[in-house]
């Protein structure tokens, strides 16, 4: 490209402009790259758990009504079913009410099975299945509060009237969430006066192409009940969560849209400006013999290379923002915030639409411009 | 003396098209702060409008939420008689035992969320004053009927007077609609208090009691009492304290928007940076004179910075209006805390419109200081040469 | 106030800074132009004339030497009490006209005015007389581009004795214009000399400036080369009113 030098001449010439010009896209499709991150949150979430073969069944009426323990025998039952767990929300307390984290009773028997991909050796979970009072820790609570393996805690009971002394015997990792904290449910049974009721219940199917069936056959199965079930896959149930943040994703997406205009405007101020600045200088390079189409593709090659310098930075420095952040911030919804390659591409996309865009007007009619006229203008 | 305005606002007309495309991306900036500070005040207020101010909140200890909180028969019972909560005429005692259950119901639009159903005895309504049932009537308790939160009426199915409405084990008769000024009660529905236990199968729990304080009352001493008294031995708080905690939801936001406000407001200086940049070089010729005439450097800088400011307040009071049209729009938003959906409407405050004008000035000082700095530096030499 | 010396330059020298090369101005120039005199500075392109003139408007500062104007010593003024100083004492025509294009020719002429105390009133009392004196008080709500050529620059006359200046420094007044526009402006100077008893001191390479003047300064090189009177006598055009 012979005229790749001039391009560059020309961007280093006005250097403040140039640069206050990429910073402020900078500035933009950082926010923008960031903004348009959000909402793909909740999708990395339910891709992560879309193979899944657990299944979550619950009280149809929701999470705060229960089931009884008895339908377990039932559910193994149900074709295609390979095991059962029973879970329970205990809710407890550890040190401050601030130092909340989420912990929860499970049955021991085959925790191993149910979640293989959890991360816990196998000395581990036979420590679990043998102690009572185990507990399994999430690396992240872990981390926050110096726990150790082999430590006794304490958690108080907030729904439940009692408190419960855990140990623990090791630590979740792996595809786990990295805060939660699991004991036993016969345990938490036990201390409870034995109510016959849990939360949940985690199905284990065979093969990923029986979870629909499955989750039919044991809805169907406690219909008219007096506790009627609504089974869903693992990730429409993560999905359910993060759908409460639906208002706070749109805001996202329409944030980002506005700043995809501001920046544009800006864009285009900054492009038309420096290119009637030059009125004079594209009249002359005209009169020499420059083509017209020429000097087009070259001021269009400028406010592209500026659009796309911009995105980068904006974009680089979001991705970087935002591994820090996931990394640092613990439970929440944008704890798995990360910037996909999909984002970057679109960023990049529309860095280089903006340099094209708001330069082609301004750029066109220069190019185009009577010489005789634009001549006048050289003083 | 000083350079006249009209000098300023005649040569941002002159340049027509630089103008509005720069005033243009400060409006923008303005209109999203104005949406996420509107957002915000109105979550804010549907939290915090919820509380009474003479109202005290009893929870087991160490809960934070009612949610994560039971309170047994026993425990109510030795409370409430107390001697600093309020009374009615007739005797009863101002004491609410309520029952919160998060159910789920069924979006209008499709899909579904959380609702908070609140089991509460008829003297709910004393203890609550600002809840008003403005269509229909209380429940009855000895049936399965239910009042429902206005916030809730059109957005979720069968929430209408004379529905009935499915959540839970069962089907419940909608024979009220209730208001709340505006706070987190309009996002509820409330029914009998033993219906709700029997239908969550929460045996003979409640979750939390509220309390009216009698005029005059020793707070503290209530709250000491509760926490002391063996036989009692639960955590209380006014539910003004309790329901500024639960607004964590509202200054997250407040926090993200400010940032991705603050950050866009960047992007939207250094364009106007640049606008007035270009407008200095190419009124060298003019500046040069009004300072060969004895204008002092520094009302050429002022100038300047003015024309800088007229520029942004003028585009942020149509950032303002352009994001008015928000104001008073419903929606929902996940409450983390109580993990059900509350609903709340768009606040364009008075405070949120001062506060954007003064962002628009800030923006405008902000991308006009450097230019305006160079125009008062020139030599008046330098400056004339370029004619 | 009768000074003997309204304009008092001595071992003036200005030297300029461009990049690493020294640029020698002026180079110890000293001259004295009594008050009310018409008088011109005249020399080849590069000679210095445009930096006396600056160092007489105080719009400049000179490197070494003594500049009094009026009776002001203006060598170390501080640029905020300089600039207060020309507002009052001085009063400047361009070449290029250098009016404010986006206010009329009523708001041009009225510039230097909002420096003073006056009042609004007042204000436009003034503004309407200095436009009747160089006979464009039918213009005063038109913008520069609306004018022409010679029009514009009895637009800045106007403005430059507003004030009621000690003295009128004029930079190539005529340099822009044609013919008969050069002419009028000329005339219209010597009536400022005449009936108001103005110092004019103007920088020029129109030979038909000499008829006008009462002195001619030369300057070559940045150094006083010679002072000759003018030929001020010939008929000065004063049918010359737009």
Redesign the interface.
């Known amino acids: 490209m012979k005229y790749t030098g001039l391009v560059l001449k020309n961007l280093v010439r006005s250097r403040?402009?140039t640069i206050?010009?990429v910073?402020?896209?900078a500035?933009?499709l950082?926010?923008f790259s960031a903004?348009v991150s959000i909402p793909t949150v909740a999708n990395q979430i339910l891709s992560d758990t879309a193979s899944s073969t657990r299944i979550a069944t619950h009280?149809?009426?929701?999470?705060?009504?229960?089931i009884p323990m008895a339908y377990k025998q039932r559910i193994e039952t149900v074709p295609h079913v390979e095991l059962v767990v029973a879970e329970s929300w205990f809710?407890g307390?550890y040190h401050e009410?601030s130092d909340?984290f989420p912990n929860l009773a499970v049955d021991s028997e085959r925790v191993d099975l149910m979640w293989p991909d959890w991360g816990i050796s196998k000395e581990q979970f036979d420590q679990f299945k043998k102690i009572r009072t185990a507990c399994l820790v999430g690396v992240e609570t872990m981390k926050r509060f110096h726990l150790h393996v082999g430590q006794q805690i304490q958690l108080?009971?907030?729904?439940?009237?009692f408190n419960v002394t855990l140990n623990i015997v090791g630590t979740t990792g792996g595809k786990a969430p990295p805060n939660f904290l699991l004991f036993r449910r016969d345990y938490l049974e036990e201390a409870a006066g034995r109510p016959g009721?849990v939360d949940l219940m985690w199905v284990k199917a065979d093969k990923p192409e029986n979870v629909p069936q499955v989750m039919a056959a044991i809805d169907e199965g406690f219909a008219n009940s007096?506790?009627?079930t609504a089974s869903e896959s693992e990730a429409a149930f993560i999905g359910?969560f993060m759908?409460?943040?639906?208002?706070?994703f749109r805001?996202a997406e329409l944030?980002g849209f506005?700043?995809v205009?501001?920046?544009g405007?800006?864009a285009?101020?900054?492009a038309?400006?420096s290119i009637r600045?030059r009125r004079g200088e594209i009249a002359v390079m005209r009169s020499i013999g420059f083509p017209a189409r020429t000097i087009l593709s070259m001021l269009l090659a400028e406010s592209v290379l500026i659009g796309l310098a911009g995105g980068i930075i904006g974009c680089g420095s979001a991705y970087i923002v935002l591994k820090v952040f996931s990394v640092g911030s613990g439970a929440?919804p944008l704890s798995t915030i990360r910037m996909q390659p999909l984002i970057v591409a679109e960023t990049l996309v529309v860095a280089v639409l903006i340099g094209l865009f708001s330069a082609m007007a301004p750029a066109g009619a220069a190019a185009r411009r009577n010489i005789v006229d634009a001549l006048r203008t050289v003083a | 003396?000083?350079?006249?305005l009209?000098?300023n606002v005649?040569?941002l007309l002159?340049r027509r098209?630089?103008t509005a495309?720069?005033g243009?991306?400060i409006a923008?900036?303005v209109?999203?702060f104005v949406?996420?500070m509107a957002?915000v005040a109105g979550l804010n207020s549907a939290i915090s409008d919820t509380g009474d101010p003479d109202n005290v909140i009893v929870l087991?200890?160490?809960?934070?939420t009612e949610t994560?909180?039971?309170i047994?028969l026993d425990q109510f019972d030795a409370m409430k008689f107390l001697p600093q909560i309020r009374r009615e005429p007739g005797g009863e005692v101002d004491a609410s035992p309520e029952l919160p259950?998060?159910?789920?119901m069924y979006r209008s639009g499709g899909?579904?969320?959380?609702i908070v159903v609140r089991g509460v005895l008829p003297i709910a309504l004393k203890v609550h004053p600002k809840v008003k049932i403005v269509e229909g009537r209380m429940f009855n308790p000895s049936v399965n009927e239910v009042i429902v939160g206005k916030g809730l009426v059109g957005h979720y199915e069968n929430t209408a007077l004379g529905s009935t409405l499915r959540?839970?084990?069962g089907k419940w008769k909608v024979v009220g609609i209730m208001t709340a000024e505006g706070g987190s009660f309009e996002s509820e529905v409330w029914g009998d208090i033993h219906n709700v236990q029997d239908?969550?199968?929460r045996g003979a729990y409640y979750a939390d009691v509220r309390l009216k304080l009698a005029p005059g009352a020793d707070t503290d001493a209530l709250i000491r009492r509760l926490a002391d008294d063996p036989r009692i031995n639960l955590q209380a708080q006014t539910e003004a304290d309790y329901y500024k905690d639960q607004a964590v939801v509202a200054n997250q936001?407040r926090w993200l928007g400010m940032i991705?406000a603050v950050?866009?407001a960047?992007?939207?200086i250094?364009?106007a940076?640049?606008?007035m940049?270009?407008a200095v070089a190419s009124r060298t010729?003019?500046i040069?004179?009004?300072?060969?005439?004895?204008?002092?450097?520094?009302a050429v800088m002022t100038s300047f910075l003015l024309e800088s400011l007229v520029l942004a307040v003028t585009a942020g009071a149509i950032g303002i209006v352009l994001a008015m049209p928000i104001n008073g729009l419903t929606?929902?938003?996940?409450?983390?805390v109580t993990?059900s959906?509350l609903a709340f409407s768009f606040r364009v405050t008075f405070a949120i419109v001062i506060e954007a004008l003064i962002f628009a000035a800030v923006m405008g000082a902000a991308g006009g200081w450097l230019p305006a700095r160079q125009a008062m530096k020139m030599?008046?030499?330098d400056a004339?040469r370029s004619? | 106030m009768e000074e003997k010396y309204a304009i008092d330059l001595e071992h003036v020298t200005r030297i300029y800074k461009r990049d690493e090369f020294e640029v020698r101005a002026l180079d110890d120039v000293t001259v004295q132009i009594p008050a009310g005199r018409f008088v011109a500075i005249m020399g080849p392109s590069g000679s210095g004339k445009t930096t006396m003139l600056?160092l007489i408007?105080g719009?400049?500062h000179a490197t070494s030497g003594r500049v009094a104007v009026g009776g002001d010593e203006i060598t170390g003024m501080k640029?905020?009490e300089l600039?207060?100083?020309?507002?009052?004492h001085?009063g400047?025509v361009?070449?290029?006209y250098?009016l404010?294009?986006?206010?009329t020719a009523f708001?041009n002429v009225e510039?230097?005015l909002?420096?003073?105390h006056l009042n609004k009133a007042e204000r436009r009392e003034h503004v309407e007389t200095a436009l009747k004196v160089v006979g464009l008080s039918d213009r005063m709500d038109h913008y520069p581009r609306q004018l022409s050529g010679g029009q514009e620059q009895r637009v800045a006359i106007a403005?430059a004795i507003v004030a009621d200046p000690t003295i009128i420094v004029a930079d190539e007044p005529t340099g822009d214009l044609d013919a008969k526009s050069a002419e009028e402006i000329l005339g219209l100077l010597v009536d400022m000399n005449r009936q108001f008893q103005k110092t004019i001191v103007m920088v020029t390479h129109d030979p038909r400036a000499e008829r006008y003047v009462d002195t001619v300064y030369r300057l070559d090189k940045g150094v006083l080369a010679g002072v000759e009177p003018g030929k001020r006598g010939a008929p000065a055009e004063a049918a010359a009113r737009g």
């Open positions: 403040r402009r206050l010009t910073l402020s896209i500035v933009s950082f926010i903004l009280n149809k009426a929701g999470l705060a009504y229960a809710g307390v009410v909340q108080r009971g907030t729904i439940y009237p009721f007096s506790a009627e359910s759908d409460q943040y639906r208002t706070f805001m944030l506005i700043v205009l501001m920046i405007l800006v285009a101020n900054t038309a400006m600045e929440g | 003396m000083a350079i006249p009209k000098y005649r040569s002159v098209v630089s495309m720069t243009g991306g923008l900036v209109a999203v949406i996420v957002l087991r200890k160490g809960a934070t994560y909180s039971a047994q259950v998060q159910a789920l899909g579904r969320d959380n959540f839970g084990r239908d969550a199968q936001m991705v950050i866009m960047v992007g939207a250094f364009g940076m640049n606008t940049y270009a010729a003019e040069g004179t009004l300072r060969a005439l004895g204008f002092a450097p520094m929606s929902t938003f996940g409450n983390f993990f959906a030599t008046i030499v004339l004619v | 600056n408007a719009i400049d640029e905020r600039a207060g100083w020309r507002a009052r001085i400047l361009f070449q290029f250098n404010i294009p986006v206010l708001e510039l230097p909002l420096l003073t403005r």
